[in-house]
């Protein structure tokens, strides 16, 4: 093996540790009537923590961490399980105030209950509209992740921002105040 040969799980952990993604292993768990009813966190990256607020939960149940989190995220990841196909879609939690993109995948075999998500925090900061004489700036955004040299990295997707300017849940941003109160020039 030369200095330059690494692993495929070398490259692997490298690539999870250092996306601006949240990542976690999920073993997804099922009743005797194939309903899941719970996961258990294998493997979560440092975003997982950034993105989630909850720290050190490997090991640990869902239903510990999370424990009024809304079943449909139970009925999703299992679906992913049971079908063997991969799922992407955004969605809102009451419960954790905030909207997540997230791709969540199938890991071999299907037999092992395993799933991998990488996961967004999509959730758009409030910015209340600026008054006469006030200028508009954009609000800090909580989705700009360090990168390893240091620079800040924006981990909001293309296609989840178009998504929610689409849907309308982006801030208005007045052309200028005086266009946003009406009043020209």
Not at 115 to 125: R, S, W
Request: proline share 8%; charged share 20%; aromatic share 8%.
């Amino acid at each position: 093996m030369t200095s330059l040969d690494i692993s495929c799980s070398d490259h692997l952990a490298a690539v999870l540790d250092n996306i601006a993604s949240g990542y976690a292993l999920l073993h997804v768990l099922f009743d005797d009537t194939g309903r899941p009813v719970d996961w258990r966190y294998v493997r979560i990256n440092a975003r997982f923590e950034a993105h989630t607020g909850r720290t050190d939960p490997t090991g640990r149940l869902m239903s510990e961490l999370f424990p009024d989190l809304e079943n449909l995220w139970l009925e999703r990841f299992g679906e992913v399980v049971r079908t063997g196909v991969a799922a992407q879609f955004e969605q809102h939690s009451d419960v954790l105030k905030q909207t997540f993109e997230v791709t969540a995948f199938p890991i071999k075999p299907r037999e092992s209950s395993l799933i991998g998500l990488l996961f967004n925090d999509v959730t758009l900061p409030s910015c209340p509209p600026p008054t006469v004489g006030q200028t508009w700036a954009p609000p800090e955004s909580p989705r700009l992740a360090p990168a390893h040299d240091g620079r800040a990295t924006p981990s909001l997707s293309i296609a989840g921002g178009t998504r929610a300017l689409r849907a309308g849940k982006a801030a208005k941003r007045p052309t200028s105040v005086l266009a946003s109160t009406g009043l020209t020039r």
